[in-house]
């Protein structure tokens, strides 16, 4: 029995974040699977976007593959970092099974938040222009 965990720090950050993602590929069984082969999606280092890739497992018993990092997104959007299934051969790689996992974690990029203060000593009526009101004079 192979499980998959997908987890990520945050569901809902801003751009330029560091976000943290986990993936556990874990055999449960007493036996052992030399050759496992699991299609993952997860972040490129520099955070532009998701890849899939296919990556190669020995999973001893009671055993576990874990990719645990870290990523700084630079678009705003939604991305996708999970597995999308495995596939699991025999000893001598004569019959391979596929096991449809679709175990993913979503994290929504927001832009950034700008703080834009007004300044209080450039309001509209101490500024000199042409429609300011004329102030009577007393004669």
């Given at each position: 029995?192979?499980?998959?965990?997908?987890?990520?720090?945050?569901?809902?950050?801003?751009?330029?974040?560091?976000?943290?993602?986990?993936?556990?590929?874990?055999?449960?069984?007493?036996?052992?699977y030399?050759?496992?082969?699991?299609?993952?999606?997860?972040?490129?280092?520099?955070?532009?976007?998701c890849?899939?890739?296919?990556?190669?497992?020995?999973?001893?018993?009671?055993?576990?593959?874990?990719?645990?990092?870290?990523?700084?997104?630079?678009?705003?959007?939604?991305?996708?970092?999970?597995?999308?299934?495995?596939?699991?051969?025999?000893?001598?790689?004569?019959?391979?099974?596929?096991?449809?996992?679709?175990?993913?974690?979503?994290?929504?990029?927001?832009?950034?938040?700008?703080?834009?203060?007004?300044?209080?000593?450039?309001a509209?009526?101490?500024?000199?222009?042409?429609?300011?009101?004329?102030?009577?004079?007393?004669?």
């Amino acid at each position: 029995v192979i499980q998959v965990y997908v987890s990520s720090g945050v569901a809902r950050c801003e751009k330029h974040t560091n976000v943290g993602y986990e993936i556990r590929v874990i055999n449960q069984s007493p036996f052992s699977y030399p050759f496992v082969e699991a299609v993952i999606t997860q972040p490129r280092e520099d955070g532009v976007r998701c890849q899939k890739k296919k990556i190669f497992l020995s999973l001893a018993p009671f055993g576990g593959y874990i990719i645990n990092k870290e990523v700084s997104f630079c678009y705003r959007g939604l991305y996708e970092i999970g597995v999308s299934e495995i596939y699991i051969s025999d000893m001598l790689r004569m019959f391979r099974l596929k096991v449809e996992v679709d175990n993913y974690s979503n994290v929504l990029v927001y832009p950034r938040y700008l703080n834009i203060r007004a300044k209080d000593h450039h309001a509209y009526t101490e500024l000199p222009s042409a429609h300011a009101p004329v102030k009577a004079q007393d004669s």
